[in-house]
């Protein structure tokens, strides 16, 4: 069926600058036949060996030039792709009778099985779906980087990207439009980082043909056909009123060269520091002095303010070699993680402390992924007594978010992770939801309970930020100090946006603005009744 002219296709929006480009389709991949081998054993799980090598090596190039948030993502799958347990079940394949490729295969289909119903773990499935046909193409000599035009503009439309494929977009790609994923995915958030606008969980897009014009209208959530910037939905011209916002915007990062890069920016300390990504390439575990050194570089280096440090979160698609997580407990390792990998965590608790006091910065730690107040307690007896920092946890769980009450007297400050909140708060796949709309941060029933961690935060005197994509987004950063946050914390790429919205507001028409979020009954309703308020301040 042919879509005609001002047809409004209806999707999620990734930023909220529209463009007018021409659409160039993306063919879905298809997987190669699976194929018997011809060579030996050891030839094959030689092949296989060399092609996961050069693909993580690919990855690991790309991470090193990315921003932030999107090498974070990038390391992350390739130690994914190289993780031994895979290459181990693939080479059983092989010894079985098949070429390196279809055993790599065979090996992420029996992976895939094993994490089906975890909504959690199903994006983890379809990011090594992703790896295995880069191995395989490698294999096979032909690659797998997308045929896309480097000059002009487009909006590319497929069924959905992946990370892989967007670290290599060309400047000709102003604009992308899938018919699968949601919000809150490792595509989204790295479209957003970069500044492409986007249209994710579009599925009438799937009758879109080459050559038409769209109009990609992401404050819209909307698709347009054949139309023109003209008809794009009013943006908001956030203008910063005052010096300084009105809560503070904290920069996330994960190395010592994100951190030297935070301090460019006009963030107010480090909202959150992924301590993971410091270990992920160790087959051993760091001695205490080394990581001290490590974290007092980080330290110094970091723009003035506190520095939030994250204790390490280890999970499917961030595997630390040298560390135990039961298989049960992979997709929320939590406060398991501290039980079978005790010494290590005090010890990272002991660097922590150690870089803290010859720094002299304001550090405070948060756990990842706690999923009770008794939990939290633990933690924070644990952590005092080691440093003297603050002591947090993160609100990741719907369970903790509603037990907020009884951390009175425990915890110093929350952060809430809105990604993995709104994900198990409505029990979704970040990466393909049945949904997508309901990973949107705009969705009634989160934005209610948010408003409810930080009024019962408040009264338990406990300071709260959040550090989810959600703070990336300006607008919603105000909604979120309506709220009565008193802390954000965004992508580096964000900070200087985040920060002007939230000088154009005072903290009185912020919490006007949250409370106009709160009374709205939809998503979509939700962010149009909040623009419009935001239009006419």
Known sequence: MTLQPGAVLAGIGIGLEAVSAEVFRVAPRTQQPQRTRAGTISQEKDLLVAAVAKVSQELEAMSASAEPTNSEILQALSFMISDPELLAAATSHIEKGWTAGSALFLAVEEFAQLLAGDPHLEERAADLKDLASRVSAELNGNGLGLSVPLSGKVVLVGEEFFPT??????????????TKGGPTSHTAIILRSMGIPAVIGCSQAAELVDGQT????????????DADLALATKSINLIAKSFEPIIPVRANIGSLSDSVRAATTSADGVGLLRTELLYLAQQSAPSIDDQTKSYAEIFTAAPEGPVVVRTIDVSTDKPVPFLSVDPSDAAIPGYSLLRDNRGFVLGQLESIERARASTGKDVWV???????AQEAREFTELARSIGSYKVGVMVEIPELATSVSELAGNVDFLSVGTNDLSQF?????????????????WQPKLIQLLSRIAKDARVAGISTGVCGESASDPVFAIVLAGLGFDSVSASMSQVGAVRTALSSVSLEQA???AQIALSADSAESTKAMVLAALREL
């Open 511 to 513: 919490s006007q603005i």
């Open 425 to 441: 708060l409505f029990e979704t796949n970040r990466l393909a939801p049945l949904s997508p709309a309901l990973l949107s941060p």
């Open 366 to 372: 948060m756990a990842p992924m706690i999923a009770s």
């Open 214 to 225: 769209v109009l990609v209208d992401p404050a819209g959530d909307r698709v347009v056909v």
């Open 165 to 178: 494929d967007v670290a290599q977009f060309g400047k000709a790609v102003v604009g992308v439009v899938t």
